[in-house]
């Protein structure tokens, strides 16, 4: 279950990931953490093929990193209990 995952995804901010930077999928945005950081927000991550910068625009309009990944996102009962700070780094 998600809840005992600790770490902040860069994408879509809920404590979602296990470890950060080891390539794991965020199962609520599906971005593949490849170690991107908000300082690297317009840089292409070569794990997913566009910048964070996108991916968390995409995650805030349509809740996946990418649209084609929409379908593999968890759902909202699999998310309830998650812990999420947003961070203001949209525009």
Same mark, same amino acid.
């Given at each position: 279950?998600?809840h005992?995952?600790?770490?902040?995804?860069?994408c879509?901010?809920?404590?979602?990931?296990?470890?950060?930077?080891?390539?794991?999928?965020?199962?609520v945005?599906?971005?593949?953490?490849?170690?991107?950081?908000?300082?690297? =927000?317009?840089q *292409?991550? %070569? #794990?997913?093929?566009?910048?964070?910068?996108?991916?968390? @625009?995409?995650?805030?309009?349509?809740?996946?990193?990418?649209?084609?990944? =929409?379908?593999? *996102?968890? %759902? #909202?009962?699999?998310?309830?209990?998650?812990?999420?700070? @947003?961070?203001?780094?949209?525009?």
């Amino acid at each position: 279950m998600l809840h005992d995952q600790h770490n902040q995804c860069p994408c879509c901010d809920y404590y979602s990931l296990a470890r950060r930077g080891a390539h794991d999928i965020c199962p609520v945005c599906y971005w593949e953490d490849d170690g991107t950081n908000l300082d690297g =927000l317009n840089q *292409v991550s %070569s #794990a997913n093929h566009i910048t964070l910068f996108e991916a968390r @625009q995409n995650f805030n309009t349509f809740g996946a990193s990418d649209q084609a990944a =929409l379908s593999l *996102v968890a %759902s #909202a009962e699999q998310t309830a209990g998650l812990r999420r700070e @947003q961070r203001a780094t949209y525009h």
